[in-house]
């Protein structure tokens, strides 16, 4: 049966904020969270071990996009971290991608899942062409990287909700899809754009939803979170 799983983006700029947000949850939830640049450059790797020893699982959203030998050499360092999940960018072509995967396997075998920026969901129609000369559209632009991403060993990729169905049609059904923008229906968008409710992710196919404010500035953490996996898994 497929695994749907919900990922609180712990968007924090400090460590007492994520372990004082983490504490709100009754001991036996352990929600998977993913951690980002702005808490993981101001508050470095302890963070992150102190957050595995309480148990949670981690998508660490570092999105590396260098050349092969420095991506391959990183990932070694943060495959260390017992991480679940972290990811690169497409754009770093598919040796890069290559090198990050054999870089994050560990000795017997084991690796977090490693994952694809395609796109950046800020990155337009019109500055796809204009700032990266891309003359393909963001679709076709997209499912090529998707792609990619696929033929380079990946495990699957970030990308909205809506992209989901696009992207299993190119690089399969197994092929994971992790996708923010997710709403509640009767909340704000804030700056998203191409929102959809955790139930609405579930038909689209989503295995994954990355949930930000709608739990993290809830007024009960907790309960938006349940709500997530009502609706989602
Ligand atoms: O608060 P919100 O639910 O909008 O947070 C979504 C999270 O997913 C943030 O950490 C954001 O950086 C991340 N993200 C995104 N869109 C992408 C890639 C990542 O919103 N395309």
């Known amino acids: 049966m497929k695994q749907r799983e919900v990922i609180i983006a712990c968007d924090f700029s400090s460590r007492e904020e994520v372990l004082a947000f983490l504490e709100r ?3 036996g939830r352990k929600p998977f969270v993913k951690i980002g640049m702005e808490l993981y450059y101001s508050t470095g790797p302890e963070t992150v071990r102190e957050i595995k020893r ?8 570092l999105k590396l996009h260098d050349i092969p030998n420095t991506v391959r050499r990183t990932m070694r360092v943060l495959s260390e971290l017992e991480v679940d999940m972290t990811n690169v960018h497409a754009a770093g072509t598919l040796p890069m991608m290559e090198a990050a995967l054999e870089g994050l396997t560990r000795i017997d075998g084991s690796r977090p899942k490693l994952i694809a920026v395609t ?34 060993g990946l495990d699957g990729v970030v ?3 809506w ?24 909340a704000a968008a804030d700056d998203q754009v191409r929102i959809a409710t955790p139930a609405r992710a579930r038909e689209l196919g989503s295995d994954y939803i990355v949930v930000g404010r709608p ?11 349940e709500r997530c996996l009502e609706e989602f898994v």
């Open 119 to 152: 796109q950046l969901t800020s990155t337009s129609e019109e500055r796809l062409h204009t700032d990266l000369l891309i003359r393909e559209g963001m679709e076709a632009t997209i499912r090529h990287y998707a792609r990619n991403a696929a033929r380079a």
């Open 159 to 161: 990308c909205s909700p």
């Open 54 to 61: 309480r148990g949670h699982r981690i998508f660490l959203d």
């Open 215 to 225: 739990v993290t500035a809830a007024p009960d953490p907790v309960a938006a979170y």
């Open 25 to 27: 949850f009754p001991a």
């Open 163 to 186: 992209e989901a169905a696009m992207v299993k049609e190119s690089c399969g059904p197994s092929f994971l899809t992790v996708t923010p923008g997710i709403r509640f229906a009767d």
